[in-house]
């Protein structure tokens, strides 16, 4: 087993091999000029079980590229099986026709991957578990619900708590955490009842005194967070925290995010922070390393990974 | 017949279409503030033979995605049949193993552009015929040859041309426009005797009181180009001019031909030029609008674009 990364992620790289206790594969993943990718890897894979680690986030494209090109490159060179792990998957948002004529591209991006010669692929919390069906090779979706949990439980007095949803879209997964804290469980639903009225913030049920904890798989403007603490602290709420596996954070959310009500908003390094995010005063990151290096782990020695869940 | 564009070279887009006399097809190329981009065809497009001009120049993943996304749009909008026309095809230069355990990035993007569901790919002076071999769909690579040489006659006294190849790789194309100009060929030979020793420069063809013709595919950093010139002029030629299709240009290429003693580099508009290339002292863009808008026309009319070359 040799584990190998591209640019987008070095540190969760790094931190992985370092709890499998292997050194990172050596490559080196470069631009010529004109900003061309070029890949070598520095090390014999020939007949290896080899894992690319590279979340595809912001530059996606740019991330993408590596990846499939470092894929490109491990199949020439004769690797046994070849497994990307993409901790985020970038282009998972757009996972169905947004309106008419328009492309599937999370659907394309699998394809791709496929293309470039990946015999598996390793994800965390993807958007939508369907895009795992977009693959004809093996996947595996970790979740990273057990590793949120478990710091939700040091840092809080659960029998205060309270799960939130930011949106009816992602109650399903609120539920999921609500049930393994066994507390209850809130819904902010946004309506705008005609185009260009300002939206309405509801909160279904009963959030006063409560220390609510929003949950999410995305935080990309940071937008509908900052707004879901307002109005939630508005209903009562003695404290608003968030929640939320991938930091995209694009824009200006790092400052929106500082300058909001959010006590806290805990992401997970599926996405390398930003020196921005590392030095801004109300965002924490928590490790999957573990998580991912277990599962690179067992699925290396075809063990089953839905234990990692419980 | 409809032609759409992505975002790399909507210049060149409009101009083929103003050739073939047809609006070019509405589509929206937007980024999310993420970056990852977004398309929307805006016109029905069922049952079309569809073009989409992209070449895949800097950013070339960007420009890349871009093109494979739309295609993927296309295709999911019933097109009756989608050829992608890159006059500049990017990762070119990657067309074979530059060493152990690297990829062959040409071939992969070959790949791409099949699997995103294109149909037929249309090029512009491949850096290797050979990437034609890459594809299985039909492709037709035409020649900006007929274009650079009708420019050469419009301006040179053709009796005191002569056509140089500016290294030993690019003989067989200068051969080719020194028998259409029926003048002599000279040939700069770089070589380096030991590694870290200075690049000689011999020139091979008696070049003194010649008009020197540069001929080469791509001019990237244009240092290649600029020392072969310092080289003629030495050796007695009275000008020296470069004729080359693809004007990548990259860091400080601008600054440094208009720095050199090239009386003029002459490319064409298969990279849509920057400000800074327009405003060049001296490099002058020849466009290939009709070269390319004959060649949709016919190959829409399933006719033969052979007779494009005389
Ligand atoms: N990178 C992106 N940034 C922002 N919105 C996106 C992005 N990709 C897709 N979308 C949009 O997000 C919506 C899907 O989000 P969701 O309903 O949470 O699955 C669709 O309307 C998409 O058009
Ligand atoms: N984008 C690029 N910029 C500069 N050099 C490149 C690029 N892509 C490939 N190469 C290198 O260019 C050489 C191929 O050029 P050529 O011999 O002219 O076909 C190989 O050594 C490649 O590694």
């Known amino acids: 087993m040799k584990v190998f990364a591209g640019n987008s992620n070095r540190h969760l790289a790094e931190a992985i091999c370092n709890y499998l206790n ?35 986030s912001f530059p996606a494209n740019d991330h993408l590229m590596e990846l499939l090109i470092m894929v490109d490159a491990m199949r020439r060179s004769s690797a046994r099986r070849i497994t990307a792990v993409l901790p985020y998957f970038g282009y998972a948002r757009q996972d169905r026709k947004a309106g008419p004529r328009t492309p599937i591209s999370a659907k394309l991006v699998a394809n791709l991957i496929t293309e470039a010669g990946a015999d598996r692929v390793l994800t965390l919390d993807l958007h939508a578990g369907q895009i795992q069906g977009f693959f004809d090779i093996p996947t595996d979706n970790l ?35 609500a049930k393994r804290l066994d507390c209850l469980l809130a819904i902010v639903d946004k309506r705008r009842d005609r185009p260009g009225e300002s939206e309405v913030m509801n909160i279904i049920g ?3 005194g409560k220390d609510c904890i929003l949950i999410d798989d995305i935080v990309d403007s940071g937008g509908t967070l900052c707004n879901a603490a307002e109005a939630l602290l508005k209903n009562g ?9 991938h930091g995209v954070l694009s824009g200006g959310a790092v400052t929106r995010i500082a300058n ?12 390398q922070p930003t020196t921005a995010v590392q030095s801004a005063p109300n965002i924490r990151v928590i490790t999957t390393a573990s998580l991912i290096g277990e599962a690179i782990n067992r699925t290396s020695q075809e063990e089953s990974v839905s234990s990692l869940f419980d």
Do not use: C, H, W
């Open 22 to 56: 292997l050194p990172l594969g050596k490559a080196s993943v470069r631009r010529f000029a004109d900003q061309e990718i070029f890949v070598e890897i520095q090390e014999n894979v020939r007949g290896e079980d080899v894992f690319v680690v590279q979340p595809t």
């Open 143 to 177: 979740y990273a619900l057990p590793i949120l949990t478990r710091d939700i439980v040091a840092n809080y007095d659960i029998g205060n708590v309270m799960v939130v949803s930011p949106d009816v879209g992602g109650v399903v997964r609120a539920r999921a955490l």
């Open 206 to 208: 009963e959030v006063a």
């Open 237 to 245: 709420a003695t404290s608003v925290t968030a929640y939320i596996t």
């Open 260 to 271: 909001s009500k959010l006590k806290e908003l805990v992401i997970t390094d599926s996405i």
